[in-house]
């Protein structure tokens, strides 16, 4: 018997790769929703027998669909695919009706395995991944595991700092990373097609999701994720682009420059001061409101989310960050001079705006990765098989 199967994401791109991740001979009839509202209105429509459904949408998001399913006891099995991995993530998801928890990127086999755990697929050849101890291992990274210990986090952190030591030359100034790298004028000019956006955005949501998780469990909160925002833009546009961070709200900023084998930018951590007092009580610091208490608790948090981040993009494009010095922008100044000293160096960059909040506290912080126009080329060319 056919089953009804629907894939709600707001990405072109992990739509595709879920659809080629189904198992093998699964007799299914594949629907697609592009948000949760569209999702909604695919199972009243009887197209949704089963959803894997995708956490970090617009309109409506995948707590809101799971609340709608209670509410209105709609008739589908739903196993979440996400890339907030956060533990709270997954116990509100749980909480809520879904039958499994999957991390972003997807990986066929778990697909599989969770599938036939929970009886929705079956297949009599699952004998070699039933077997395999591989295929165990990896089917506990299913689940979030909501056990850890602070100790683990500690090491986490310290593993990421050490993981993120610069191995390029230590004289390298941040500046120098974007302002060096020039694109030869015979090149052709670089543009960002709507797929290629959507790839970058979805890259972005998994690495995201992974800085943000380690954010969580290090600061025991639960970590508002957005949906990563995408532009190619002139340099000189980039402070209109900052405008919603920026609310007339005087900001603290450290930038790091990051570089590998064709590819080179900058990550720009911006943290609204008056967030300082309370991410200094969840980290444990004795605040004094000093600047050296303040630049300690930026670099740190920079440590921590920009590492993480990057880390996580060059797992997904199998490509390694070398990083230099962290480097203090500024403290206590709108986020437009913050960037002003830089701007005049840069031309095209490709940027990605990631604004992280926390639940139940008024903490904003943005992080920005910033990628040179030549980078582009080099990134695409990663890209693409994911596309196809």
């Known amino acids: 018997m056919t089953t009804k199967l629907l894939i709600c994401d707001d990405s072109n791109m992990a739509r595709k790769q879920v659809a080629r991740s189904l198992p093998d001979g699964w007799d299914v009839e594949i ?14 429509a009887g197209k949704g027998d089963v959803l894997l459904l995708d956490l970090n949408m617009p309109v409506m998001d995948g707590y809101e ?14 196993v979440v695919i996400s890339g907030d ?6 116990k509100r998801v749980t909480g809520l009706g879904a039958l499994g928890f ?14 036939s755990d929970y009886g929705v697929f079956s297949n009599e050849d699952l004998n070699e991944l039933q077997d395999s101890d591989e295929t165990s291992k990896t089917s506990s990274t299913t689940a979030v595991n909501t056990d850890v210990t602070a100790e683990t986090v500690v090491e986490e952190v310290v593993e990421t700092i050490e993981r993120v030591t610069p191995t390029v030359n230590h004289d390298l100034e941040h500046s120098q990373v974007l302002s060096e790298v020039e694109t030869p004028a ?17 890259i972005a949501n998994v690495a995201m999701g992974r800085a943000g998780d380690l954010l969580a469990r290090l600061l025991n909160v639960f970590v508002e994720l957005p949906i990563p925002n995408v532009n190619f833009i002139e340099v000189s546009e980039l402070r209109m682009a900052l405008k919603d961070i920026e ?22 951590l911006i943290l609204n001061d008056s967030s ?6 969840l980290m444990n610091y004795q605040y004094a409101e000093d600047m050296g208490t303040e630049l300690e608790l930026l670099m740190d948090l920079a440590n921590v989310l920009i590492g993480a981040c990057l880390k996580g993009m060059s797992e997904q494009l199998d490509i390694q960050f070398s990083q230099g010095h962290p480097e203090v922008l500024g403290q206590h100044r709108q986020i437009s001079e913050l960037i002003a000293n830089n701007a005049n160096k840069w031309k095209k960059t490709l940027a990605i705006e ?8 008024p903490i904003k912080c943005d992080l920005l990765l910033l990628f040179t126009e030549q980078s582009m080329q080099t990134l695409n060319n990663k890209l693409a098989y994911l596309i196809d």
Do not use: W
Request: aromatic share 6%; with cysteine; proline share 4%.
């Open 65 to 78: 669909v799971l609340e709608a399913i209670l509410a209105q006891d709609l008739p589908t099995i739903t």
């Open 276 to 281: 300082f007092k309370d991410v200094a009580s």
């Open 247 to 268: 609310n007339h709200e005087s900001t603290s900023g450290v930038c790091q420059g990051f570089i590998s084998a064709g590819i080179s930018g900058e990550a720009l």
């Open 31 to 44: 629907s697609f929703a592009t948000n949760g509202a569209e999702g909604v209105e695919a199972i009243k």
């Open 354 to 361: 990631i604004s992280y909040s926390i639940e139940n506290y």
């Open 85 to 90: 991995i956060q533990p709270e993530a997954h």
């Open 102 to 115: 999957i991390q972003k990127p997807i990986n066929k086999d778990i697909l599989t395995k969770v599938l």
């Open 186 to 202: 015979d090149e052709p000019e670089i543009s960002l097609s709507a797929d290629m956006r959507d790839c970058y955005q979805e």
